[in-house]
């Protein structure tokens, strides 16, 4: 499966965009997907995560409320919805997945490491 993340850019605080990671090679309905993100200097950490048939979602604490992850199985594309921006949510996004077709939820999921494929990232920058 290859991914490729579109959609950062730069806005104010307070504002929104909506970054989608398009996959190519694979049923994507089977495998879960996330986002992750990192900051210049800092570890990259989990932002979202949802299931291959986008039953079951989950969020890093700070972006519950603000954030939104979706995908359209038939459009081999994920989605993450970002509203009211904060300039701490600066960081190039990236998308991961894993072939996971187990009724189950990823365990893990939030760890760098479960993934076996990565886009190449896009900036997000959020000015005050």
């Known amino acids: 499966v290859q991914l490729q993340a579109s959609g950062g850019g730069l806005v104010q605080a307070g504002g929104s965009l909506r970054l989608s990671c398009a996959a190519s090679?694979?049923?994507?309905?089977?495998?879960?997907a996330a986002w992750f993100r990192q900051a210049p200097g800092k570890e990259r950490e989990f932002v979202a995560a949802?299931?291959?048939?986008?039953?079951?979602?989950d969020y890093r604490d700070s972006v519950k409320g603000r954030f939104a992850i979706s995908r359209d199985n038939a459009k081999n594309t994920v989605y993450l919805q970002m509203n009211s921006l904060n300039p701490e949510d600066t960081a190039v996004y990236y998308c991961?997945?894993?072939?996971?077709?187990?009724?189950?939820?990823?365990?893990?999921?939030?760890?760098?490491?479960?993934?076996?494929?990565w886009g190449l990232g896009t900036q997000v920058t959020v000015s005050s």
């Open positions: 090679g694979g049923t994507f309905s089977t495998y879960a």
């Open positions: 949802i299931s291959g048939t986008g039953g079951s979602t």
């Open positions: 991961a997945s894993r072939r996971y077709y187990r009724s189950t939820f990823l365990p893990n999921r939030q760890t760098p490491g479960e993934y076996d494929y």
